[in-house]
């Protein structure tokens, strides 16, 4: 048994994702279930070093979960409710109970990036444009990556077709979104626990209450990234294109164009002419990237040569983004 094996067992789904991810840029390795039947459904639990509650199970629970934790699993270590954010964080020392400390590397991670000198006649030409707002937070909850194959939309920011044509894309993000929700063990256990805005109301599905948070313009929207979560991001997003790679920047407005044609793909339409007349059978609740772009906090571009042959289905123009999503702990005190 690894002693830095973790079950963290979440009763809040907004924090789930965050406190897992604290969990192991400390050098745990960290597994989640969600609630009382999520441990319970757990067959091998004293297959961890350690079990940590989440601070917001409710005291009777916690008292019956570690009842039963210390007559199933005596050799397993329970943790202080606490500890995710005084010590996973770096706040203060291991409480005694803790089954592993994590070396100052495992905590402190650095990175070196090699760079090549020198350039090739075959290599194509690169661009790179990066943009960052002061004081964004690192420290990264969540990473994917969401992938877009053909055209970019034309005209000015103002025009309808174009806002339509964004919308298009929202859409093929809008599935490759949901499928990450259904099939990330966090977000999952978000989409299935139950809660109710208030005691007169039956509960229902966390992700419904959340969607119709984000109701405008006839859609029910499902961010990832907002405030309630407490996460932003940044995007790393590669663009490839058969004809001239550099030159997609220097034309049709420049970088700072396509920037923000990119933000308006992965946001919640801040206009009703931005979206559809109505949302597809598929598309309740619709999900998006983030509530807003003001929640991004860096964003880098690099163009590249795509080298597939053309086919006839094909356009000379047509593009592939790859976008490297990082969703980042905001810093709720600010």
Known sequence: MAANRILYVSYNPETLVRDEQ????????????????GLLACGSVGD????????????????????????TSP???????????EYAVGDSPAPASAAYAPSEQAVIQTSTESSQAGDSQ???????YQHSQAGSQKEVALEFRLLYWGKLPAGSPSDRRRKQQIHMIRKQFHQQLQLLWQQHRALSG???????????????????????NFARCGYRFLP????????????????LRRDDPAGLIRTAGGMENKVNLFLAALRMPSTCDEVGDV????????????????????????????????????????????????????????
Not at 48 to 71: E, F, G, M, N, Q
Not at 122 to 128: A, I, K, M, N, Y
Not at 224 to 239: A, H, K, N, Q
Request: aromatic share 6%; proline share 5%; hydrophobic share 45%.
């Open 22 to 37: 604290l969990l192991i840029r400390a050098g745990y390795e960290v597994d989640s279930v969600f609630g009382t039947d």
């Open 48 to 71: 961890y070093a350690s079990v940590l509650i989440d601070h917001a199970c409710p005291l009777d629970d916690r008292t019956k979960v570690i009842s039963w934790l210390k007559t």
């Open 75 to 85: 050799e397993v270590n329970i943790l202080p409710a606490d500890w995710v954010q």
């Open 122 to 128: 075959l290599s194509p030409r690169v661009e790179v």
């Open 190 to 212: 978000f989409l299935a626990h139950p809660a109710q805005a208030s005691e007169h109301e039956s509960f229902r599905p966390m992700f419904e209450m959340k969607a119709d």
């Open 224 to 239: 990832l990234v907002s405030r309630e979560t407490g996460l932003g991001c940044s995007l790393e997003i590669l663009l």
């Open 279 to 334: 949302p597809d059978v598929a598309e309740d609740p619709f999900y998006v990237l983030m509530e807003d772009d003001s929640l991004v906090d860096e964003v880098t571009i690099s163009t590249d040569r795509l080298l597939t042959p053309l086919t006839s289905q094909d356009a000379l123009q047509d593009v592939v983004l790859l976008i490297h999503v990082k969703t980042t702990v905001l810093d709720l005190g600010v």
